[in-house]
Structure formats: structure tokens, C-alpha cells
């Protein structure tokens, strides 16, 4: 045990990939035993991460999570911003921008139109809990949009990790309802073609929501609605911390 306790402390990293890859195994298949692939596997491995980081953070009695424990503490370097940033940047490298002419006019205004009222619903929400300053609303906005995108507009502005994990969990709830909520409302909106699922992705943003309720609803429209909500988390990330920052600092001086 001393032996092995000796690798992992020389290994931390190595060994916060290993922890990761087992949630989410694990996530994935509790994702198919338990919601038939209805929940996504990224979500539920999103709470499984939120639970483990409380209860790291309590048996420590710190405030970074499970990565205050010795046996975790490559999880910091894992979970912190410049891997974090590197995979999203390195997920809109794989998008050919071509693409986007395929969803027309209604894909690229349901992007518009998506990222804004996202913001805009989550800055009203935070401003109406006490988070009024400009940082807050637009970081939390952000979260509505995507658990990505709050995180990402947060560490732009100088949000606070409180602030920071509220994105997050935001994020995350609307992801939820999306996946939980799409096969039910897709025969009322119409979204059984690929002009739809591109204008329902522009429109709802969240990726793993989006795919994992059109996989729900008509797997042959996934792809369609994954590359416009692609598009809706790099689009938030550039507005966030500029455009909309700057709109929500004029409104609240």
C-alpha cells in the first residue's frame, strides 16, 4: 500500500485521469441502466463530480474539493482553468465555420437570439438573489447559457469561485431539463428535421442537453443540433466577458 501510495504521489496527474475515466464509466453506464441514455452521461457525471467535491471539501475542512486530500491533488491541476480553457478552444478548432450556412438565416439567429436571452434570464435571476454587480449577473447569465460559458466569462471578469460554482449549476440544471424535456416538446415545436434540431441547438445552446435530448427524440438529428450548440458555447464565450459584460456594467451604474 505504502508502495503504491508512493506512485500516486509522484504520479498525481496520471492518477486524476484514472479518477476522471472511472466516473465516467461509471456515469455513463448509470446514465444508460437508470434514464435509458435519457440523462446524459456528462451530466450525470457532472453530479457525481459536485457531490465528490463536497465531500472532499468537508472531510478536509478546505475549499478546493476533493483535491485538498494528498491521494487527489492532481485533480487541481486537472480541473483548473488552463486545461479546462485548452479543451474548449481545442473543441472549436474541430468546427469547419462553413458549416453554419447549412442552418440559413433561422440557425444563425437562433444563436443570436439563444446566447442573449440565456444572459439575459440569468442576469435577471441573479440580480434578483442580491448578485447585482455587472461581474456576477454576467458570469451566473453565463451559466445559464452553459455550464462552459460561466465558468469561462467568470474567470475573464474576476468572478468569485461562489459565483463561479452558481454557473455552474446552473448550467447544469438547464442541461437536465433540456434532455428530460425535449422529447416532449419536439412534436409540438416541429423539431423532426435537420433544419430544426440546427435551429433548436442555436436556440437552447447547452451541447450535452441538446444531444442527449434529440438522441432521445430522433438519434438522426444529433449531429444537426450538436453543431449549432457548438457554435452557441463559442459565441457566449466571446460575448460574455465583452459584449454583454459591457451592457450589464452600463445598466448598473
Given amino acids: 500500500m505504502e508502495m503504491l501510495l508512493n506512485t500516486v504521489a509522484k504520479n498525481q496527474l496520471v492518477f486524476a485521469f ?6 465516467m464509466f461509471v456515469s455513463y453506464r448509470l446514465s444508460d441502466v437508470l434514464t435509458k441514455g435519457r440523462l446524459h452521461g456528462s451530466a450525470v457525471a457532472i453530479i457525481l463530480g459536485l457531490i465528490l467535491a463536497y465531500v472532499g471539501g468537508s472531510v478536509s475542512g478546505g475549499s478546493k474539493g476533493l483535491s485538498e486530500l494528498p491521494l487527489f491533488a492532481g485533480l487541481a491541476l486537472l480541473g483548473g482553468a488552463m486545461l479546462r480553457d485548452l479543451a474548449i478552444v481545442s473543441t472549436a478548432y474541430g468546427v469547419d465555420l462553413s458549416e453554419i450556412r447549412r442552418a440559413g438565416l433561422a440557425g444563425a439567429l437562433s444563436l443570436i437570439l439563444g446566447v442573449v436571452l440565456s444572459f439575459a434570464v440569468g442576469a435577471v ?13 454576467a ?22 469561485s461562489e459565483v463561479i460554482a452558481l454557473s455552474v449549476a446552473a448550467g447544469l ?19 423532426n428535421n435537420p433544419k430544426s434540431a440546427m435551429a433548436f441547438g442555436g436556440l437552447m ?11 432521445a427524440t430522433d438519434k438522426r438529428l444529433v449531429p444537426y443540433g450538436a453543431m449549432t450548440a457548438t457554435f452557441y458555447t463559442g459565441l457566449g464565450c466571446l460575448m460574455g466577458p465583452s459584449v454583454i459584460y459591457l451592457v450589464l456594467l452600463a445598466l448598473t451604474h
Fill in 173 to 191: 440544471v438547464k442541461a437536465i431539463l433540456v434532455m428530460i424535456g425535449t422529447p416532449f416538446i419536439a412534436p409540438l415545436i416541429g423539431l
Fill in 125 to 137: 435571476v441573479a440580480a434578483a438573489f442580491g448578485y447585482t454587480d455587472a461581474v456576477s449577473m
Fill in 139 to 160: 458570469t451566473i447569465g453565463g451559466g445559464a447559457a452553459t455550464y462552459i460559458v460561466g465558468p469561462v466569462t467568470g474567470t475573464a471578469l474576476g468572478a468569485s
Fill in 18 to 23: 484514472l479518477v476522471i475515466g472511472a466516473i
Fill in 205 to 215: 445552446g447547452t451541447t450535452s442537453g441538446v444531444a442527449g435530448g434529440l438522441a
